[in-house]
């Protein structure tokens, strides 16, 4: 990690193989940004990986993760009128936590420049969604760039904090998982750092900062008039590229990943379209796009989810009636996914069958196994579902949130029947319980997310007397995303801070039952929740246990940490196999013959698999051999 420091920080020009997620950060160190606040989520979280292999005594710049997205936006955007370059990063749905604020900036005189870095997910990857973030920019007035690959991440970041800065306005980085996550060789410029001007520059003067009544429709005609600037930018910005494959007859335009999937599926092929690869997304350069439609007469518009370019392009032709024919999406499948090479080979195959061969399709590499998702060996949430399920009735209804602990959905738990977004599960729980006496609702919740999203739900049960159970599934970091920080982790991203114990925030909020377990006590867990969801108020259900996955990576450094793991004792087993169907550790593998072993390589040694062997078959193996252990 160290190595990847120095690397950020070389003075002089030099070239190197990287994530787009790692040239981005190089390229804030060149830009001479100052602010960087994010939230985690993927695609976007090892931007801050690669911002921490830089010692903080020797980071040019401040960097934290905020308690959502819609914070970091504002701590992005306080520190920009106050004369700073900043960025703001995060995943593609934390756009929506943001928007309150996000669809405002662009009214705003931002003096410092600053840049929003989206990792959108087509493909959902990663998400609940698949949202095409262009939606946002074309409301707020905002331009997008959209690089397709590390090299341009690093030069259209410092073509977006150029442009912030010029025009005092927002600029969105659209980044996408592929472009975040592909590596290629980066040829980055030097570095010449300038000591920073930390003087507190806000003026109220410098505004309006005040969108009310008649000043909002005047910021609304600023921030029109300065996109019509960066329109006529886009026109001419070398950014954009023309691949001239000399045919009139047929062209493409495109943007992203799917201009790389492009150029591949066209690889080796004797009839290429032309191609206009376009670096702002938003706007659109409408002079070249009218150009290119002019000189074709026929003209694909490849982009991935939806027809945001394509509608606008068509009625740029219907304007100047020109006479090109536009194939826009034809098909459902059109909207859906990453234009992957193979994705993009079958939309051209399709349009255009004599120059791609629909069985010219490259032969798919060997499908990864499929692995369904499950939780780590030793995770505190499977031993809690474990526990809960005990306590509910098979009609009563289970509410999830985002995290870890969704895949709860999945069997043998089945805990979680809903899930909608981060922090949602306790009002969603709260209206599930409306007119309904019968069947007891019980949300889940993590600890990162109850610090993002979801105090108004939970205050709103408290305030409407919603009685529903809330088990917060603490485990003291925000897990699903790697392992960030949180309010009640006692550090920041930067240093030893505060705790915010989530207990004492319930008990003022005035939650009246709380109950706190460690998840591992499965037996008065199960007691627990009989008890809070027999009351009929808001109750409380802390299931606490520190995430395995982060405590066994620490472990793993001591050579002796197998003695701890279980072994089975074969003459005690009797092979009803709850190990694997009803508390469902992976740990357990089952052969043909219907023998339980230990995989040595999952087994943590955590022991929480014990207590829920009825016939007391699993023991721990350091004791001594039981032939079970692999
Ligand atoms: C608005 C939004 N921001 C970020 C994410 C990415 N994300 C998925 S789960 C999660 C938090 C998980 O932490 P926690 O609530 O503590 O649960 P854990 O995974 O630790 O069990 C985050 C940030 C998201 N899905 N939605």
New binding site residues.
């Given amino acids: 990690m160290k190595k990847m420091g120095d690397m950020l920080l070389k003075r002089e020009a030099f070239s190197e193989i990287v994530m787009g997620n790692t040239a981005i950060v190089r390229a804030m160190v060149e830009a001479g940004t100052r602010v960087v606040s994010a939230?985690?989520?993927?695609p976007t979280p090892e931007i801050a990986s690669a911002i921490q292999s830089i010692p903080k005594g020797d980071r040019p710049f401040y960097f934290e993760f905020s308690t959502?997205?819609k914070v970091a936006t504002e701590i992005a955007y306080g520190a920009a009128v106050n004369g700073h370059l900043s960025t703001v990063f995060?995943?593609s749905?934390?756009l929506?936590?943001a928007a309150d604020t996000f669809v405002q900036l662009s009214l705003m005189n931002i003096i410092g420049g600053m840049v929003v870095v989206l990792g959108d997910d087509p493909g959902a990857n990663?998400?609940?969604n698949e949202q095409d973030n262009r939606h946002y920019a074309r409301m707020s007035f905002t331009p997008v760039l959209e690089p397709a690959d590390p090299a341009e991440v690093y030069r259209f970041y410092l073509e977006a904090t150029r442009l912030s800065q010029k025009h005092r306005m927002p600029v969105i980085l659209r980044l996408t998982t592929h472009v975040c996550h592909a590596k290629e060789r980066v040829a980055f410029g030097p570095w010449n750092p300038v000591p920073p001007n930390d003087t507190p520059r806000f003026d109220p003067a410098n505004g309006a900062y005040i969108p009310l009544t008649t000043q909002a429709i005047e910021q609304k005609r600023a921030a029109l008039a300065r996109l019509g600037q960066v329109r006529q930018w886009a026109e001419k910005t070398e950014l954009n590229r023309f691949v001239d494959n000399g045919n009139t007859a047929r062209g493409v335009i495109t943007m992203g990943l799917p201009f790389l999937s492009l150029m591949e599926v066209l690889d080796g092929s004797s009839s290429k379209p032309d191609i206009l690869k376009l670096a702002y997304v938003h706007p659109l350069p409408r002079e070249k796009i009218i150009h290119f439609l002019s000189s074709h007469q026929e003209v694909k518009i490849l982009e991935e989810l939806d027809d945001v370019a394509e509608n606008q392009i068509k009625a740029m032709a219907f304007d100047q009636q020109l006479p090109v024919k536009i194939i826009g999406k034809t098909g459902l499948e059109d909207w859906i996914g990453e234009y992957t090479p193979d994705k993009v080979h079958l939309l051209l195959a399709t349009i255009w069958p004599d120059m791609i061969q629909s069985s010219q399709t490259a032969e798919a590499d060997d499908p990864a196994p499929h692995r369904p998702p499950q939780m780590c060996p030793g995770c505190g949430?499977r031993s809690a579902f474990h526990a809960i399920k005990q306590a509910l009735a098979p009609t009563d209804i289970t509410v999830a949130?985002?995290?870890?602990?969704?895949l709860g959905f999945l069997p043998p738990y089945e805990m979680g029947q809903l899930l909608m977004?981060?922090g949602a599960s306790t009002a969603i729980g709260s209206g599930l319980r409306l007119f309904n006496t019968s069947r007891k609702v019980v949300a889940f919740?993590?600890?990162?997310?109850?610090f993002?999203?979801a105090l108004p739900g939970i205050i709103n049960a408290i305030f409407n007397r919603h009685p529903i159970t809330l088990i917060l599934?603490e485990?003291g970091?925000?897990?699903?995303?790697g392992h960030?920080d949180?309010p009640a982790s006692g550090k920041n991203f930067n240093e030893a801070t505060d705790k915010i114990p989530v207990r004492q925030v319930m008990e003022g909020l005035g939650v009246k039952h709380i109950f706190e377990v460690d998840t591992y006590q499965q037996a008065k867990l199960t007691e627990m929740v009989l008890e809070a969801t027999s009351i009929d108020e808001f109750s409380v259900v802390i299931a606490r246990h520190p995430?395995m996955l982060k405590f066994t990576r620490e472990q793993r450094k001591n050579p002796n940490y197998r003695q701890k793991q279980v072994a089975i004792d074969q003459g005690v087993c009797e092979r009803i196999h709850a190990c694997i169907e009803i508390f469902g550790c992976p740990t357990f593998t089952r052969d043909t013959a219907g023998k339980v072993t230990i995989n040595t390589d999952l087994c943590i040694g955590d022991g929480s698999c014990i207590q829920t062997c009825p016939t007391k078959a699993i023991v721990p193996a350091g004791k001594k051999d039981k032939g079970g252990a692999a």
């Fill in positions: 939230y985690p989520g993927s959502n997205e995060f995943k749905v934390g929506n936590v990663s998400s609940q949430h949130d985002i995290g870890c602990h969704t977004c981060m919740m993590g600890d990162s997310t109850f993002h999203a599934m485990n970091t925000t897990a699903m995303t960030q949180h995430c």
